[in-house]
């Protein structure tokens, strides 16, 4: 690799999600479908190197195909997995966490002058109208960092002395 190439790619090290982004842009052509820093890195470096260096030869883009071709792609999960993530999910449901008080509860809590009200349900939580999986999403929603749910909302078991 020449040394022009090097230093174009450490400058992609300091490039902010958003520049990356647009470099990318200007690469391949298209935008980027993921924000991940250190995916568009290696993308746009990948691509930087392939034309300094040349792309795949036409020998290993048909070997590629042919390969491709060649595997056999199951488009669904077989039968038996679906009965097993069926039976995932009702243990997961008679797992309950023993420290969430029982479905239809309100958990309350003020959190910088506002008040938040969660009701617990069945199979997750509701917050403002929207159903949400987790006690540490709403959480996280609410103050803007990440928070345990749990610790959040007063919920952890305490230990006696």
Do not use: C
Request: no cysteine.
């Amino acid at each position: 690799m020449d040394e022009a190439l090097r230093r174009e790619i450490e400058g992609l090290r300091k490039l902010k999600t958003k520049e990356l982004k647009a470099r990318y842009r200007e690469v391949f052509g298209e935008p980027s479908p993921s924000s991940n820093h250190a995916h568009l890195f290696r993308r746009v470096a990948w691509r930087l190197q392939a034309r300094a260096e040349g792309d795949l030869s036409d020998r290993a883009r048909e070997r590629a195909a042919e390969l491709a071709d060649d595997a056999d792609l199951r488009l669904r999960a077989p039968r038996q997995f679906w009965g097993k993530l069926e039976r995932a999910r009702e243990e997961a449901g008679a797992r309950r966490d023993r420290r969430l008080p029982v479905a239809g509860s309100v958990l309350k809590r003020s959190y910088r002058g506002q008040a938040i009200a969660v009701k617990v349900l069945d199979d997750g939580f509701e917050y403002n109208g929207s159903r949400h999986a987790s006690l540490s999403a709403i959480a996280s929603q609410v103050t803007g960092t990440r928070w345990n749910g749990f610790a959040f909302f007063g919920l952890l078991k305490q230990e006696s002395a």
